[in-house]
Nanobody, 117 residues
Framework: QVQFVESGGGLVQPGGSLRLSCASSGTNFSSYFWGWYRRAPGNEREPVARITSSGSTYYADSVKGRFTISRDNAKNTVYLQMNSLKPEDTAVYYC???????????WGQGTQVTVSS
């Protein structure tokens, strides 16, 4: 069973940066795609970025050029580097994994990111 925990959130001023981490335990980490998702107050959870098992990356239009997803298969960890943060990036950020376009994991508690002056 694959378990994971998100960390790295916090309060940051507009234009600032944060790096989120998602540390996984279990086997076959490198076989899955891993993604970051977020839910802002009053909104549904939405995909932010995804990285496939081969390293291809995909981003929501709203974060392209500002966010970078990466993975370290040796550490079973996926990262989300967030630069040039905007107030509209404020949300709880979640990671999850899957294959064939299907998300396999249960949603964790996520990590809160607040962008405010």
């Amino acid at each position: 069973q694959v378990q994971f925990v998100e960390s790295g959130g916090g309060l940051v001023q507009p234009g600032g940066s944060l790096r989120l981490s998602c540390a996984s335990s279990g086997t076959n980490f490198s076989s899955y795609f891993w993604g970051w998702y977020r839910r802002a107050p009053g909104n549904e959870r939405e995909p932010v970025a995804r990285i496939t098992s081969s390293g291809s990356t995909y981003y929501a239009d709203s974060v392209k050029g500002r966010f970078t997803i990466s993975r370290d298969n040796a550490k079973n960890t996926v990262y989300l580097q967030m630069n040039s943060l905007k107030p509209e990036d404020t949300a709880v950020y979640y990671c999850n994994f899957g294959g064939g376009g299907v998300i396999f994991g249960s949603w964790g508690q996520g990590t809160q990111v607040t962008v405010s002056s």
